[in-house]
């Protein structure tokens, strides 16, 4: 059973909610087509947008052995990512919760 890290994404200072919704949309969409193996190892998506830093926000709990090249393609897109703890893993249990959405693979 893989073990799994959150990785927040941040929206640039000011961005609308909406917005940053298109962008994550558009990366999302760009790295399904070009790297579905990679897409396959985030596992869900936090139901509710928060907020890092005073900007908004999004979770996704991604698999722990690709976390960090899911991190680096989000990068070379310009989408912060704030830092990894690789010792802060998550179960598929604890990735399952009512807080999660569940992306179908």
Avoid at 67 to 81: K, P, W
């Amino acid at each position: 059973m893989p073990d799994y890290l959150c990785l927040t994404l941040i929206a640039n200072p000011g961005e609308t909610e909406a917005t940053f919704k298109g962008r994550l949309t558009a990366f999302w969409t760009h790295l399904l087509r070009t790297a579905p193996d990679t897409y396959a190892a985030v596992y869900a998506e936090a139901k509710q947008f928060d907020t890092t830093d005073g900007c908004i926000s999004r979770a996704y709990m991604v698999q722990a052995d690709a976390a960090a090249t899911v991190a680096a393609a989000l990068a070379n897109h310009g989408i912060r990512v704030a830092p990894l703890d690789p010792d802060d893993t998550y179960s598929l249990y604890e990735a399952s919760g009512s807080e999660w959405f569940q992306i179908p693979h």
